[in-house]
């Protein structure tokens, strides 16, 4: 007996078909015309299909500015942000007036602050404007919002966007206030109605999931407080107790607390470089792979390692190293099995760059790219803020490359006066790489694939992959090139968001005299 | 002369706060069940108050046969009194069915009597029971390549060659 489901009244079929996944469909609809013609004429099962195909999920959580679309709709936007990564162009400049007159402080990356797509800006102490740039890709549209904190003198503020999360520092009553990204009003899951009470004055660094990461300006150790309960979770002591350099440290997002672990701040002077340090595990010494030096390197964790804690269970620590040489910057994103490292020099004397990579952490090298001119002068590690970066104009005009890692794509901007500016975007998407590669076969040759390359010396850390990426170069804008290179009275500061710049002109006194918005 | 079939014997005719209902299925068995179980299926719902209006109350013809029928009573007795949130007109949710154990157990018959199952739920308008029935075939053709799922749903593969390797009949990407 066979189930004739082609026979089947049409919303009972849909309902059976409702329940399978994208491969399951597609299956079904190279099976015969009859289901081929009823998926494609179901909006909610074109929708799945194509959601899957861009690797995606639709989201969880409502949207934060409480904005609800209909399945159609999803399916219209889903369709334009695919379009828009297939050819990545700018977005009109939009002139982001709101800013002016904001403070932008470089001297700790605190005050300006950044998650996903919003900026965050302080004035006079009591005031944030919050500032979602708009975007192309992801269908936003520029707003902003203003939160005040009545009798806040000195204050801080950092943003998570994926949680909605405003967290305010009051440094001159020690305590944290939690507050929703889209409404300025108390979090509805934060403790203690809204304050949490860690008795320090010191900010918050690090935000990831429940776990807030307070760090300690003038101390020796660094707190981990769970947002939600308001309890200390864990204490860091650092094995300097007066390290004037307080280390940039990013919580995994599955970050686990156990005894036993210890963050160790790296005492060798002579070390260069970047490490992960394993929380877990810290007998298990790392094992060295030694790089070319002058070369930024993106990675692409394997999937196994995804959903296995105890495996990639590492925090990060970035930082400067004793040697006036080298200098780097270092991020991880665990969640998407990606992380990238940016290493760069000032002076060709080093040859070479060792990254501690634990023994059985398998990478795959997906994208090298060339040596950025000598002449650049690079940030230092403790003014780069988490995913952001600054662009400094040079006498020379020769522009630093700089790297932003989105979730599942690079951009990265190696622009250079000599030749036509471009910004070089990097896309490993494993879903839109895979879909370029189909198309390639079919004979559509509209897209630059590379083939990863791999970092497999010694045959033992690295396992070698297929992996590829799409390569696209955007060219930059004449006036964001300008405004750049701009030797101005005005000092102008670019920030990488996921997918554009911000460019913010300051005057002498560190306000905004202009802000501007370039997407792709 | 058709036969009268009681589901329950210990429901006789004025008994019970519930009314009655006569179904006739399609191979003339009669079956007697009380009103409120088969509140639960919109068709029967919309059956009764046309009663209500015309103050007539007659037996129910249903186009299948009592085997199948037997079966849907047999579900709305188990969740007689039940609240089921697809079954509520207004509230129905969007999306798949939720997993129930005793469904489960419930449709763990042959591919043709689900079949049956689900059209009759279907007719009747029991929207959690054609759920977990959907959910039962779906499950039959979960990880299936095309030739099996071919020979699974009974369909003839109608592509012609050039459209069988077309791009438009696969993924969309």
Redesign the interface.
């Known amino acids: 007996m066979v189930l004739n489901l082609p026979k089947l009244p049409e919303d009972v079929l849909l309902e059976i078909l409702g329940n399978l996944d994208f491969k399951d469909l597609i299956s079904c609809k190279v099976a015969c015309k009859t289901l081929n013609k009823a998926i494609d004429d179901s909006v909610a099962l074109q929708y799945s299909i194509e959601l899957a195909a861009c690797g995606m999920v639709d989201g969880l959580c409502p949207h934060p500015e409480g904005l609800d679309s209909t399945i159609g709709e999803r399916l219209r936007q889903l369709r334009l942000y695919d379009m828009a990564w297939r050819q990545l162009r700018w977005a009109k400049q939009e002139t982001l007036t709101h800013l002016v007159g904001f403070y932008v402080s470089t001297t700790l990356s605190r005050n300006l602050c950044r998650s996903d797509d919003v900026l965050v800006f302080l004035a006079g102490g009591s005031k944030a404007l919050l500032q979602r740039t708009p975007s192309i890709l992801r269908g936003v549209q520029e707003t902003h919002l203003e939160v005040s904190f009545q009798d806040s003198q000195y204050c801080e503020a950092l943003v998570d966007y994926s949680q909605n999360l405003l967290i305010w520092t009051d440094r001159s009553i020690r305590c944290h206030h939690l507050r929703t990204l889209s409404t300025g009003e108390t979090h509805p899951l934060a403790c203690n109605r809204g304050v949490l009470n860690t008795g320090r004055a010191v900010g918050i660094t690090g935000i990831c999931g429940d776990y807030l990461l307070e760090d300690a300006v003038y101390g020796s150790n660094v707190r981990v407080w769970n947002w939600k309960t308001g309890n200390s979770v864990y204490e860091i002591v650092r094995s300097h107790p007066y390290a004037t350099d307080s280390p940039w440290l990013f919580l995994d997002p599955r970050f686990t607390i156990s005894k036993s672990n210890r963050y160790q701040e790296p005492s060798d002077q002579e070390s260069v470089g970047l490490r992960i340090i394993r929380f877990r595990e810290e007998e298990s010494g790392p094992e060295d792979l030694i790089r070319p030096a002058g070369q930024s390197y993106i990675f692409l964790l394997p999937e196994f390692l995804q959903h296995r804690e105890t495996e990639f269970s590492c925090n990060v620590s970035p930082w400067r190293s004793a040697s006036p040489w080298a200098s780097g910057y270092f991020h991880t994103d665990p969640a998407h099995r990606v992380f990238s490292v940016d290493v760069y020099y000032r002076v060709d004397t080093v040859q070479s760059l060792t990254f501690h990579i634990p023994a059985h952490t398998f990478l795959s090298c997906i994208a090298s790219l060339p040596a950025t001119v000598e002449s650049t002068v690079r940030v230092p590690w403790n003014q780069w803020g988490p995913l952001g970066s600054r662009v400094i104009p040079r006498p020379t005009r020769q522009l630093k490359g700089a790297l932003v890692q989105g979730a599942r794509a690079a951009i990265i901007m190696l622009p250079s006066l000599d030749i036509a500016p471009t910004v070089t975007v990097f896309d490993y998407h494993p879903q839109r790489v895979a879909r370029a590669l189909a198309r390639q076969r079919n004979g559509d040759n509209d897209t630059t694939i590379v083939r990863g390359g791999t970092i497999a010396e010694n045959g033992m850390d690295v396992v070698e992959t297929k992996l590829s990426c799409i390569v696209q170069e955007v060219p930059v804008p004449g006036k964001l090139m300008e405004m750049m290179t701009s030797e101005a009275m005005f000092r102008v500061d670019t920030m990488l968001c996921e997918d554009g710049i911000v460019i913010i002109e300051e005057d002498e006194m560190n306000m905004v005299a202009g802000a501007w918005a370039y997407t792709i | 002369m058709p036969t009268i079939v009681s589901v329950d014997d210990s429901t006789v005719p004025g008994e019970g706060s519930s009314r009655l209902l006569l179904l006739v299925s399609s191979d003339n068995k009669h079956i007697v069940v009380e009103e409120d179980i088969m509140s639960r299926s919109r068709f029967i719902s919309k059956q009764v108050e046309g009663f209500e209006a015309t103050s007539q109350r007659h037996a129910i013809l249903l186009p299948f046969s009592s085997f199948v029928l037997n079966k849907v009573i047999e579900y709305c007795s188990h969740y007689r009194g039940y609240y089921l949130l697809e079954d509520d007109p207004d509230a129905a949710p ?3 069915s939720p997993v129930r154990e005793w469904d489960q157990e419930f449709l763990d018959v ?3 009597m689900l ?1 049956r199952i ?2 009759a739920a ?1 007719y009747l308008e029991i929207k959690s029971l ?2 977990s029935c ?2 039962a ?10 030739e099996e ?11 012609t060659p050039e459209e ?1 390797h077309s ?1 438009s ?5």
Do not use: Q, W, Y
């Open positions: 969007p999306g798949r042959d591919r043709n079949l689900i059209k279907h054609v759920g959907a959910r075939i779906a499950d039959m053709i979960r990880g299936k390549t095309t799922m071919r020979e699974i749903l009974g369909v003839e593969n109608d592509f069988e791009p009949s696969k993924c969309t990407g």
